[in-house]
């Protein structure tokens, strides 16, 4: 069964440096998707992607987030000055538009 | 607030018995609910979903309910086994196939 990859599965950084997360969503999918978790907490969006574009955000995708699609097959989150706030599980899910989203395995960022 | 919870947190079930999970939804203009599976170190996997047309759904050891009229999903698991042991979301789509994630229940099964 397809599935969505999600690389790295674990990222340490220092916060003020710039993190890009990847992903590689099923092929005939149409909709991308960043979603996070904080330890102990549910899943929250951040943002959808359709088209080549941003098709809504939530209030926690500031000016530091930012994603792209830069080929057929990835769609990167990037995270410009990360902030300690900023730890969380990242999860990439992509959906055909009519089924449901299908998740990856995440990446666990840790900020110090 | 959270548009989307649910009732509690935990769950334990002994093995072989039925589980019942529950979820309240507070908006009434939500047409899709997915239910997701959580196991530890995971990325939350689809069980079952249900669109608001309908009141029921079944799939494997699995069962969905929908009451719009109260607002509320609800998952039931049957003959629960250990690898049932996991947390368990339900989740809404309001629009554009954004999904809203409830707070999670972590069912833990006995041996």
């Known amino acids: 069964e397809p599935e969505v990859t999600q690389t790295p599965s674990h990222q340490v950084t220092q916060m003020g440096q710039e993190v890009i997360l990847r992903c590689v969503p099923i092929?005939?999918?149409?909709?991308f998707y960043w979603y996070r978790q904080i330890l102990g907490q549910k899943v929250e969006f951040l943002v959808s992607f359709y088209n080549n574009e941003i098709s809504e955000k939530s209030e926690i995708f500031d000016d530091q987030f930012s994603v792209e699609r830069p080929d057929g097959s990835n769609f990167t989150l990037k995270i410009r000055s990360t902030k300690l706030e900023d730890s969380a599980m990242y999860f990439c899910a992509s959906s055909g538009g009519v089924s449901p989203l299908h998740f990856g395995n995440g990446t666990r960022l840790t900020v110090t | 607030g959270e548009n989307v919870g649910l009732h509690l947190p935990t769950l334990s079930v002994q093995e072989g018995d039925n589980s019942i999970i529950n979820c309240a939804y507070s908006?009434?203009?939500?047409?899709?609910f997915i239910w997701y599976k959580q196991e530890s170190g995971k990325g939350p996997q689809f069980i079952i979903d249900?669109?608001?047309?309908?009141d029921k759904r079944q799939g494997q050891r699995v069962t969905v309910l929908l009451n719009k009229t109260v607002k509320h999903l609800s998952l039931q698991i049957a003959a629960t086994q250990p690898g049932d042991s996991a947390v368990y979301f339900c989740?809404?789509?309001?629009?554009?196939?954004?999904?809203?994630f409830g707070a999670g229940t972590t069912v833990t099964v006995r041996a």
């Open positions: 249900i669109r608001s047309n309908m």
């Open positions: 092929s005939n999918h149409l909709y």
């Open positions: 908006n009434s203009a939500s047409d899709y």
């Open positions: 989740a809404e789509n309001r629009d554009d196939y954004k999904l809203s």
